[in-house]
């Protein structure tokens, strides 16, 4: 089993920024990408992007392409979601995601993070 607990969620005004982390545990040595997905009220959860853990290649929704960033640190086994440039359309609660492969899927993440909520004004 995979845990993943996600922090950094909090309100901000529509241009600012702010960082997720997402900490796995558990038996870490099964995940091969790690996720970064979003849900809106009244929404589905959606793609935000994911990167793999072992080339740190990343990928991500068209929605965020050039305001979000996805980084790991190895040394602290934790993934960043860098949020730049916030619009009130990005408020939903993020949640990261263990997968076996890195894929906008989000069908393959077999474990999941608790969420946080992350709020832009306008």
């Known amino acids: 089993q995979v845990q993943l607990v996600e922090s950094g969620g909090g309100l901000v005004q529509a241009g600012g920024s702010l960082r997720l982390s997402c900490a796995p545990s558990?038996?870490?040595?099964?995940?091969?990408?790690t996720g970064w997905f979003r849900q809106a009220p009244g929404k589905e959860r959606e793609f935000v992007g994911a990167?793999?853990?072992?080339?740190?290649?990343?990928f991500y929704a068209d929605s965020v392409k050039g305001r979000f960033t996805i980084s790991r640190d190895s040394a602290k086994n934790t993934v960043y979601l860098q949020m730049n440039s916030l619009k009130p359309e990005d408020t939903a609660v993020y949640y990261c995601?263990?997968?076996?492969?890195?894929?906008?899927?989000?069908?393959?993440?077999?474990?999941w993070g608790q969420g946080t909520q992350v709020t832009v004004s306008s």
């Open positions: 990167i793999s853990w072992s080339s740190g290649g990343t």
């Open positions: 558990g038996r870490t040595f099964s995940i091969y990408a």
């Open positions: 995601a263990a997968a076996p492969a890195l894929s906008r899927n989000i069908n393959l993440y077999n474990s």
